[in-house]
């Protein structure tokens, strides 16, 4: 199945059918152009999102616990959300201006941060109005290591710390501190289509990498924000800008991807990904349903390994090379064989991707609820396999009927 024309859009306008990927009629995409393929992508993420975060054993981690690559839905979402404002803002850049272009994306970034300010607020006055809940799945973090337990609103839990420490972002469960990265991230966005616009994209790409090397060799915390602990954005800003710059480039690249260097290069990272699975498969720690992996390397070398090369929190080398590697496989599988995947799983992940904020936030409640059921704290692999299809079976039908989406933004 051949990729999508480069010329697109132009095609559209002059009333010829577009392609059955992108589900949007010639009229609609007149006004715009929405690549499903990437809420393909990104609705893959935001379930490996909510089966991760209501962590309880079921078949789903065979696939949702590193298993097919040392990636995670974090790495999935940054990565494909850059991408997205670069092709988006290219065209309208192009067309309007630079400044009138980038208002929305400022907007974007202060909805984000009024969304983490808001549902923080919530869970943190919903555990003082209904005790009778067990919110510490939320309010807490337990250390692996150590087994230390913090509280996520601070040790001085008053009204005028906690609400402080909230608007600063500095409080706040961990099931979406991401969000805090991506609001830096998209409030810096503007700046960087500015230089992608200007044609600085190897000056952005190298100043990128400068600023991760710098940062594996020599951690920095930037801000006093609660997401800088797991996310820290001077390593996590690699996946955004090179997605962004991927966006905006995003003719030029598929034109030399279909060329001769970019096959066998395709070829080559095919392998190189099916070598980050055998690896994944090998890991010690993650338990994964049905005895689904291999003890062919030694814990301590596997540890090794994971330590210097696939750190989820430094975001090491390793990890940045599968996250790539992964969603470009995806976004080609999804390229070359766009029906089958559509009628397989486009049903579920195309709406759960197009409204992946929404999704975000309404994980939250279900991350409660499962951890207050007790019969699904007992390991029952069946039971909670159950558990998990029904909160995925819940939260799509929410997105399809349009449930609370008056309040709550996607």
């Given amino acids: 199945m051949r990729s999508l024309p480069a010329d697109l859009p132009s095609r559209v306008r002059t009333g010829r059918r577009a392609s059955p990927i992108a589900g949007d009629s010639g009229a609609r995409m007149t006004r715009t152009v929405r690549d499903e393929r990437f809420d393909f992508i990104r609705g893959i993420a935001m379930l490996l999102v909510v089966v991760n975060h209501i962590n309880i054993p079921s078949l789903y981690q065979m696939v949702t616990m590193e298993a097919i690559g040392v990636v995670t839905g974090a790495e999935i979402f940054v990565l494909v959300s850059g991408t997205i404002l670069g092709l988006i803002y290219r065209p309208r850049v192009e067309r309007d201006g630079w400044a009138v272009s980038m208002a929305p994306v400022w907007r974007r970034a202060l909805k984000l941060y009024l969304v983490v300010v808001i549902t923080n607020l919530a869970v943190f006055l919903v555990q003082w109005l209904v005790p009778i809940i067990d919110h510490t799945v939320l309010t807490t973090y337990t250390d692996p290591g150590s087994h230390e337990v913090w509280n996520l609103f601070g040790e001085d839990p ?96 598929a034109k030399w991807l279909e060329g001769w260097a970019g096959r066998r290069l395709m070829v080559a990272c095919t392998v190189l990904l099916a070598a980050f699975g055998f690896y994944a498969l090998n890991n010690p720690w993650f338990e994964i349903p049905l005895g689904l992996r291999f003890d062919l390397i030694p814990e301590h070398q596997f540890g090794w390994v994971y330590y210097y090369f696939f750190d989820r929190k430094t975001l090491g080398i390793g990890r940045v090379a599968n996250t790539f590697l992964l969603v470009a496989m995806m976004y080609l599988l999804l390229t070359r064989c766009r029906d089958p995947c559509r009628r397989a799983l486009g049903w579920l992940c195309i709406p759960i991707g197009k409204a992946s904020l929404y999704v975000f936030i309404v994980h939250v409640a279900f991350v409660l609820l499962v951890d207050n059921l007790p019969p699904l704290q007992r390991g029952s692999l069946l039971l909670n396999t159950l558990a998990h299809t029904l909160v995925i079976a819940a939260v799509l039908l929410m997105v399809r009927t349009g449930f609370l989406f008056r309040w709550i933004p996607r």
């Fill in 158 to 253: 008053t009204v005028v710390n906690v609400v402080y420490g909230i608007l600063s972002l500095h409080y706040g469960i961990s099931q979406i501190n991401v969000l805090g990265l991506y609001v830096m991230l998209v409030a810096f966005a503007p700046f960087l289509v500015w230089l992608l616009h200007r044609g600085h994209t190897v000056a952005l790409l190298a100043a990128s990498w400068l600023v991760y090397t710098l940062h594996t060799l020599h951690p920095v915390r930037l801000l006093a924000l609660q997401s800088e602990l797991a996310f820290p954005v001077l390593a996590w800003q690699l996946l955004f800008v090179h997605g962004m710059a991927a966006g905006y480039h995003r003719r030029a690249l």
